[in-house]
């Protein structure tokens, strides 16, 4: 979520982020609780999926909604680096309502 209250995050990224949490263990056995996690943030309201494209004047995104989300996370491919931004890739970022417990949870810890 830290990550993801800062910018847009490659999808793959998550898995890279969760390493640390499943030391000894492959991407692939991470990946599961990548797409668990997701999806409850999503559902959450937490945090949205967008397909980004860089190529065009600025970086434009088109939102990933509904029963799409569930056939995103499935998809294997989806959760490699992308081989080049000169297609459209999935990223992850905060919803405003992310970025408001995002920063309760920063007050809360700081009191």
Known sequence: ???????????W????????LFSGQSDDQ???????SL???IGQGYLYLAWLDDQTSGSEESIVSGRDID?????????????????PHLVIAATPEGFARFETLLQTRSS
């Not at 979520?1 to 999808?11: H, N, Q, R, T, Y």
């Not at 991470?30 to 668990?36: D, E, H, K, V, Y």
């Open 1 to 11: 979520m830290d990550a993801a209250v800062e910018s847009w995050i490659p999808f």
């Open 13 to 20: 990224e998550v898995v890279w982020i969760l390493r640390p």
């Open 30 to 36: 991470i990946l599961p609780f990548a797409r668990t």
């Open 39 to 41: 999806k409850t943030l």
């Open 71 to 87: 056939e995103v996370l499935a998809a294997r491919d989806n959760w490699h680096v992308a081989k080049s931004i000169s297609r």
